[in-house]
């Protein structure tokens, strides 16, 4: 909802509920997700969480495509006075590994928040970095130590890709719906229908 | 094959209903198609380029293959390469491992909208492609009858590409639909070459006239312009009679007369034009016979054909003479008739001259006679062919037999860059050497997601198989304006080599022959390799939508698709469709373009970018003060920082903006007036406070830096990789080596000790063993006792409220040699290193004198006070930091703090120097025990943009040249997060006015500038080379700012000077000024204001000298001596100082822009100022020494002050340089106080940064816990200011015994 203050209106307000419903990896069984809200600098988060980490979530033999199903809620309603710096959120899957050894990264993955108001479900496709060099593989291979991002917010940043060539990717849905209203001279399209799919589009740019 | 295919294609989509419902009938159809005696199974291949290739095979074959069934029909695939039923051979499929096929499936399954795995398991079937690629001219109309391609979605298998972006997967991705260029390259005809015989000259002369001939012909200038002078006749007949007729309407005929006289004068013009271009054609063709009769002369002299070129002229005969006489003379009256008209027109509007009838006719006749042709002149039409058959190899002579081998050897190609890059190479074709043209004939389509801003075409010749390519020429390409599917239209481009070559011998004389042929036009000069390549650009639909669009049925809206690069609205503003001609070949785009505005469907493609470009210039956003709150945010975030942190955001609209930012957009405050006036509270507040916002700034810019990408950056600052973080343990050979050594008892090991991490439960101590002590005062003669007293000297040495002192010792040179043992504390037991560095706790040793002082109560004999008082000396303080990061320090440390003067001490007879102050040093050795590891660079050391080839240049330097712990650097961070060449902030800079031309007190004004240690700084280290202006700004600074002033000025000075990098004791690394006047070098440290000859360094504090850097260069020092003393200070020696840029070195850039201001400016601390600090200080003084003294009463001798002050200003003189201060002098002037009074003191001298750092100093010097009968005490201070709130602070404390007291009080 707009925030209603004397005289002008200030900021405006994004609110995000919804929940991360499943993700899938070939080969792992087994995954919990962190996820973290990044935003830019004229963005506030007014309440709700900004991060946290979902429950270890294990697919059974009853789901057909061996997605793991979470349906863990989010919620966060951010406040702002310049559409710069949208929201995102960013999601890192930790799984176990070849040999069972757990907390192993799986993916990273980003996705802004979407732009219209209404339910939306939006497919996040991930991906993890590479030891830059073979003996850096293998080695992260037999001692489980894969190399990770020094920052858990890359995946929403635009620096820094040029020297992190080397990347996995896999694919991962989420799901979540999100409200928000704005009438601070932005135009707001209408809400969109249910069902509409929003393809995220750093899946095309990340690989 | 293909007309078979297309025919195939049609019928297909005649059965289509039909077969649906068979497949409905039969689930698991096999997709074959029985068309004709064809089947066609074509299904997506899984490699990286199948889809790409697919659409090309799409592109380039009227072929329509049916797609109507699912790629996911579930089978087991056995298809190899062979023949299938049908007869086609298709290609086998690329091996795919089990694993991999199982993944893409799993992936296809998961892909949004499939319904893939609700049908059970399976396995994917993948089948061939049958349609083999095959590149063909496309054709315009090809689209008709095709079926749209693809099923329910497309498989792609996307990689990461080495080599640029993926086009593919760009696409794939939706948004804008690219547009497709076609680029075609016909052949290269050449104009010149190094095979060129002189009959390939005359014929390229010749393609170029008939060229122009033709173009004129084909324009048909001549006709054009001879019906436009019937018309324009016609139009001025017409005028003449409506002017007749209606004679008498005044305004009428003005206009009438006027629009005749425009016609009459066009009229004119138009005869004389077309006279001019039947001239210049005559011309042409009369020059095309003169060639062709070179030509033909040419090939008769060498005796065979090697060109194809084939002229024949036709001679179009007259009608007849003297119908063309009349002609011409009736042209002639007719215009001298229309002269006098346009005459008499012109002297209506202002009369003048008489028309002269004669002459005017006289000079049409001439212009005749020289243009026309004369009548009876047959027209001569030349017709160009190269038809002709050049002369059979086997009648050739030997030598042309081999130049056309050689010249149907070269090899010719053609490259086209888009945007400057390559794309790829278009064809590729042997040189005829008849024609001495080639063939290239290739086509390629580009899709575009953006215009080109250049499109390209190279001419490359081929040597060496490709080895030494060589360059010919480039042409750049215009491009169809619009998107929109055009018609391809050939156009030719000229191309230049820009090396000339050596001609083939006898084609010298070519020069003349051409000359004589062409009527005096000058051929080139010299000979370049240079010809025509015929491109033609043209854009045309994508494939897929050509497809679907054809699907729908409806070719003609193809164009509609099309977008515009034009703006229609605007080409709308300027052009209205009246004004076209519809039958113009000119106005068909416009027109086209036109209809379809006038339809409705302007799509574009490009036009987002335009309008991207039109909010560029949209100039209101940039004047409003939220756009400088953004800019201010990039460029200042330290001033950002300070904001409050829910006032961070910039509001929405600048009439919303809070008044803190506001504040931060008000430019900065000059100057502020008020700071001449003195307030203690507030000068201290603000210094600190303006230090602490510099230190803030340059962190904030230090971490913007590395956001903003302006250091380098590499995949170790985003990707955490275990590998690198694990340190490899180093083996030890030699402790196996040390198993076999013989073992002797008398010969004792040095066993290292090994550093212990920092933790609470192990205790640790500083050793500190004082050694000895050099140079010390001795206490002068006194009249009460015979004989030199003694001194009793002990060294108490401080740290962290600890308190240890030596033993006892006297003389001049006292060896003490004791251990004290001092515990170090963590603060709040933190051990990290960066608490550790934080840590500003200093090691003072101060030198005390210890004297008894016995005093016999003359009523009562038996009571006898003995008082004991240690007199300060002089002392000195060593920082934890300095300590910390060398593990140990051992060495002479001079007592900086050691007065010069002391009343009641001179120096040993046996010294040989003069003063106290520089000469008089303990010898000390400091370590912690157990040692705490050495602090390691947290951060890895870092590139920034700017000159980054030159800092990984720098990188490897330092390392070649590193021995030993010699301190080399070659780049400094800078206040903006920019690293710097140290050379940059060398640069003569002006010292204050009132201090020019004397360098010693330049040396005492830098050195009075307070010093603020790197390692000290709040939050953390900071290692940042400021710049003198902004170190002058803050008043604070390191050793380097210090150095780096003090050069600035000495060079301003024309001294050759140059600043020292090395490490000194105590500072550790630090940096020192070096001059070389006359071949001899001297030595400065700016921070202490000591300097050393040539003949003092084995004295320097300065111990080891790493390199030496001026404005123009930095050397390293690479000889075998490390101390000052054993350096040869000769820098031209390579063997000794080897120069970064030089020889072995960097390439000297060829400008090295400054980073400093070249003039600084200074501003006068005023007298208000100074005598402020001078009450303040001397308030808080006495203040403190009452308060010191508790219960004892403090009387103060005011008398004695003025004489103190005189006192005290002469210390500054001396110091300063301007007027020595001697022993005698000093003495002279207290010899009437001491005449009276036992009188013991002593001046103490500081840089003002507060009152509490003075305060302290006087307190350790003991002088006010004096105490006798009838005490007195003296207190003057005296201020120096120098620029910039630069002050100078004597305090001279003394006490005073009165002699006359009657006391027999006697020291020992």
């Not at chain 2, 893409?104 to 089948?127: C, I, N, T």
């Not at chain 2, 086209?416 to 590729?428: I, K, P, Q, T, Y």
């Not at chain 2, 929109?484 to 050939?490: G, R, V």
């Not at chain 2, 490009?606 to 039109?614: S, Y």
Request: net charge neutral; proline share 7%.
């Amino acid at each position: 909802m707009a925030a209603p203050s004397a005289g002008q209106q200030r900021y405006f307000n994004v609110m995000a509920t919804g929940q991360i419903e499943s993700g899938r990896f070939e080969g792992n069984s087994s995954l919990y997700c962190r996820y973290v809200f990044s935003c830019g600098e004229d963005w506030s988060v007014m309440c709700g969480v900004e991060e946290g980490i979902t429950q270890m979530a294990s697919s059974s033999g009853s789901t057909a495509n061996g997605s793991v199903v979470w349906n863990f809620p989010i919620d966060a309603t951010f406040r702002s006075t310049c559409p710069h710096g949208w929201p995102q959120l960013v999601l890192s899957v930790y799984g176990e590994d070849y040999f069972g050894r757990p907390d192993m990264i799986l993916g990273y993955g980003a996705v802004h928040l979407p732009l219209t108001p209404g339910r939306h479900r939006v497919t996040v496709r991930t991906f993890r970095p590479l030891a830059s060099s073979l003996l850096g593989r293998l080695q992260s291979w037999l001692n489980g130590m894969r190399p990770e991002f020094i920052e858990s917010l890359f995946p929403a940043k635009g620096e820094g890709r040029e020297a992190t060539s080397p990347c996995i990717c896999s694919p991962r849905p989420a799901l979540f719906s999100t409200t928000g209203m704005e009438q601070l001279g932005y135009a707001v399209p209408p809400p969109r229908a249910e069902g509409v799919r929003l393809i995220d589009p750093l899946a095309a740019t990340i690989s | 094959m293909r007309s078979r295919l297309a025919r195939g294609g049609a019928k297909q989509k005649g059965d289509d209903g039909d077969k649906k419902d068979d497949s409905a009938d039969a689930a698991p159809a096999v997709p074959v198609a029985p068309v004709g005696d064809l089947t066609v199974r074509p299904a997506p291949l899984f490699t990286s380029g199948s889809k790409r290739a697919a659409e090309e095979a799409v592109l380039y074959t009227t072929a329509a293959h049916p797609r109507s069934f699912s790629p996911l029909r579930r089978r087991r695939t056995g298809l190899g390469g062979g023949t299938f039923d049908d007869g086609l051979y298709v290609a086998p499929l690329p091996a795919a491992s089990a694993r991999a096929l199982q993944t893409l499936e799993a992936r296809l399954a998961f892909a949004p909208g499939s319904k893939a795995l609700a049908d059970g398991a399976g396995v994917l079937l993948r089948q061939p492609d049958p349609v083999r690629p095959v590149r063909v001219l496309p054709s315009w109309l090809d689209a008709a009858g095709a079926e749209p391609s693809g099923g329910p979605f497309e498989v792609e298998r996307r990689r990461p590409e080495k080599w640029g972006t993926s086009v593919a997967g760009t696409l794939a991705s939706g948004g804008a639909s690219p547009r497709v260029l076609q680029v075609s390259v016909g052949g290269i005809r050449l104009q010149d070459h190094r095979l060129f015989l002189r009959e390939h000259e005359l014929q390229s002369a010749c393609r170029s006239l008939v060229a122009r001939l033709e173009d004129a012909h084909e324009r048909q200038l001549a006709q054009l312009h001879a019906l436009k002078i019937s018309e324009l006749k016609e139009a001025v007949a017409d005028l003449r009679e409506q002017i007749g007729g209606g004679a008498g309407e005044g305004t009428t005929d003005a206009k009438l007369q006027s629009r005749l006289a425009a016609l009459c004068t066009e009229l004119l013009e138009t005869r004389q034009l077309k006279d001019e271009q039947e001239c210049a054609e005559r011309l042409l063709a009369r020059r095309l016979l003169k060639l062709w009769h070179a030509l033909k002369a040419e090939r008769e002299a060498q005796g065979f054909k090697s060109t194809r070129a084939r002229m024949q002229f036709r001679l179009v005969e007259p009608s007849a003479i003297d119908e063309e006489a009349e002609a011409l003379a009736r042209e002639l009256e007719e215009e001298v008739d229309e002269r006098k008209l346009a005459h008499a027109l012109a002297a209506q509007a202002a009369p003048g001259s008489d028309l002269d009838e004669d002459g005017i006719r006289a000079a049409i006749e001439r212009r005749q006679q020289e243009l026309r042709r004369p009548p009876g002149e047959g027209r001569l039409l030349p017709v160009y062919s190269e038809l002709a058959t050049p002369t059979p190899p086997e009648q050739l002579p030997q030598r042309e037999r081999s130049r056309q081998r050689e010249a149907a050897r070269e090899v010719l190609y053609a490259r086209l860059l888009v945007d400057g890059r390559a794309v790829c190479e278009l064809g590729c074709g042997k040189l005829q050497p008849h024609d001495m043209s080639v063939r290239l004939e290739a086509s390629i389509q580009l899709q575009l997601l953006t215009r080109p801003a250049s499109l390209a075409v190279e001419v490359w010749q081929r040597r060496y198989g490709g080895l030494g390519d060589q360059l010919l020429g480039q042409v750049y390409l215009s491009m169809p304006e619009t998107a929109s599917p055009t018609m391809p239209h050939w156009q030719s481009y000229a191309f230049t080599a820009s090396r000339p070559f050596q001609p083939l011998a006898g084609r010298e004389g070519i020069h003349e022959a051409l000359e004589n042929a062409l009527d005096g036009v000058q051929p080139l000069p010299r000979h370049v390799v240079s010809g025509e390549v015929e491109v033609s650009t043209a854009w045309t639909t994508r494939p897929a939508d050509r497809l679907s669009e054809a699907g729908a049925g409806a070719v003609g809206d193809l164009a509609s698709g099309g977008a515009l690069a034009v703006d229609p609205q605007q080409v709308l503003a300027t052009v209205s469709p009246d004004e076209l001609d519809p039958n113009a070949p000119t106005d068909a785009p416009l027109l086209s373009l036109m209809a379809r505005i006038d339809r409705g469907s302007v799509g574009g493609i490009f036009r987002h970018l335009r309008n991207a470009a039109a909010l560029q210039w949209s100039s209101s956003w940039a004047a409003s003060d939220r756009f400088s709150l953004f800019q201010l945010r990039r460029k200042h975030p330290g001033k950002w920082a300070q904001l409050p942190p829910d006032e961070k955001a910039v509001p929405p609209r600048d009439s919303l903006i809070p008044p803190g930012m506001r504040q931060l957009l008000r430019p900065a405050a000059e100057f502020d007036d008020a700071v001449g006036r003195y307030d203690s509270d507030r000068v201290a507040q603000e210094k600190a406070s303006r230090v602490k916002a510099w230190i803030t700034q340059v962190r904030a810019r230090h971490e913007a830096a590395r956001a903003s990408q302006r250091y380098v950056m590499d995949t170790q600052d985003y990707v955490r990789e275990p590998l690198l973080e694990v340190e490899a343990a180093e083996i030890n050979c030699s402790a196996f080596l040390k198993l076999l050594e013989p073992r002797r008892k008398l010969l004792p090991q040095r066993r290292l000790r090994k550093p212990v991490p920092g933790s609470d439960s192990t205790e640790r101590k500083i050793e500190v063993v004082v050694q000895s002590g050099f140079d010390l005062p001795v206490r002068a003669p006194s009249n009460a006792q015979r004989g030199r007293p003694k001194t009793s000297l002990f060294v108490e040495v401080r740290f962290q409220g600890q308190r240890f002192t030596t033993d006892i010792k006297s003389g001049a040179n006292p060896a003490w040699n004791t251990i004290l043992e001092l515990n170090l504390a963590a603060p709040g037991g933190d051990w990290s290193q960066q608490a550790i560095m934080n840590l500003s706790d200093e090691i003072a040793f101060n030198l005390y004198d210890k004297v008894h002082r016995t005093e016999r109560d003359e009523r009562d004999e038996s009571q006898l006070t003995v008082r004991e008082e240690s007199r300060w000396l002089g002392g000195f303080a060593l920082p934890f930091s300095t300590l910390y990061r060398n593990g140990k320090l051992e060495g002479s440390f001079p007592l900086d703090t050691m007065p010069p003067m002391l009343l009641g001490y001179e120096k040993d007879s046996e010294s040989r120097s003069q003063a106290f102050v520089p000469a008089s040093a303990l010898r000390t050795f400091l370590t912690i025990n157990p040692l705490l590891p050495p602090p390691k660079e947290e951060e890895r050391e870092r590139l920034t943009t700017h000159d980054a080839k030159m800092q990984e240049f720098a990188k490897e330097w330092v390392k070649t040249i590193a021995r030993g712990e010699r301190h080399v650097r070659v780049f400094a961070p800078g206040a903006d997060g920019q690293k710097m060449l140290l050379c940059r902030f060398i640069r003569p800079q002006n010292p204050p006015s009132e201090l020019i031309g004397n360098e010693r007190q330049l040396l005492r004004y830098v050195s009075l500038v307070p010093f603020l240690d790197d390692a000290a700084m709040e939050g953390g280290a900071l290692d940042v080379w400021n710049t003198s202006d902004s170190f002058l700004d803050l008043g604070a600074g390191d050793q380097e700012e210090h150095a780096i002033l003090l050069c600035n000025y000495l060079l301003a000075m024309n001294k050759g000077s140059y600043v020292v990098l090395g490490s000194g004791i105590p500072e550790g690394l630090t940096a020192y000024v070096l001059t070389i006047e006359g071949g001899s070098p001297r030595l400065w440290n700016a921070c202490t204001g000591r300097t050393w000859e040539k003949d003092e360094f084995d004295r320097c504090s300065l111990t080891s000298v790493g390199a030496v850097f001026n404005q123009q260069n930095i050397w390293a020092n690479v000889g075998p001596g490390e101390a000052p003393a054993e350096v040869q200070w000769n820098l031209s020696d390579e063997k000794l100082w080897k120069p970064f840029f030089g020889k072995g070195g960097f390439a000297r850039p060829d400008v090295l822009p400054s980073a400093q201001l070249s003039t600084l400016e200074y501003h006068r601390t005023t007298e208000d100022f100074r005598s402020g600090i001078e009450r303040e200080v001397y308030d808080a003084l006495q203040r403190e020494v009452e308060e010191l003294r508790g219960f004892r009463p403090t009387d103060w001798n005011r008398s004695v002050n003025a004489k103190l002050k005189d006192l005290l200003k002469r210390f500054e003189q001396d110091v300063a340089g301007v007027k020595k201060l001697t022993a005698i002098e000093h003495d002279a002037t207290l010899e009437r106080v001491r005449a009276s009074y036992h009188m013991v003191g002593l001046p103490i001298n500081v840089t003002y940064t507060d009152r509490n750092a003075i305060i302290k100093r006087v307190r350790e010097t003991n002088i006010f816990l004096a105490d006798a009968k009838k005490i007195q005490f003296a207190l003057s201070v005296y201020v120096h200011a120098y620029p910039n709130q630069v002050c100078s602070v004597w305090v001279y404390c003394a006490s005073l015994e009165d002699l006359r007291a009657g006391s027999s009080s006697r020291s020992s």
